[in-house]
């Protein structure tokens, strides 16, 4: 079992920076892989980033290459995505997923993760 708080979502105007967290604990929490998703009004929730356990398997989306950063302080059961230069159609809810695993890897896709947390709300607005 593991338990997933996201934290770290606002307001900020476009350009701007956050840096969402996810921490993350639990029974088996020294082997998971991430996914960061997001889901929009009226939309359906897509995959943003992922890491994998060790994390030195990453992957992002087209439309946050080179703007959005995903990292993992293990010691700290914690993993970041650093968002840069936001736009307006980056505004959704975030919430982060885990599924647990030794090999290296991670997905994009929602039905892989069966462990999710509750959310947090980013807005990019001027």
């Known amino acids: 079992q593991l338990q997933l708080v996201e934290s770290g979502g606002g307001l900020v105007q476009p350009g701007g920076s956050l840096r969402l967290s996810c921490a993350a604990s639990g029974s088996n929490a020294d082997y998971y892989a991430i996914g960061w998703f997001r889901q929009a009004p009226g939309k359906d929730r897509e995959g943003v980033s992922c890491?994998?356990?060790?994390?030195?398997?990453?992957n992002y989306t087209d439309s946050v290459k080179g703007r959005f950063t995903i990292s993992r302080d293990n010691t700290k059961n914690t993993v970041y995505l650093q968002m840069n230069s936001l736009k307006p159609e980056d505004t959704a809810v975030y919430y982060c997923a885990a599924r647990i695993v030794v090999q290296r890897m991670c997905s994009m896709s929602t039905s892989w993760y069966p462990y999710w947390g509750q959310g947090t709300q980013v807005t990019v607005s001027s």
């Open positions: 890491i994998s356990t060790s994390g030195d398997r990453t």
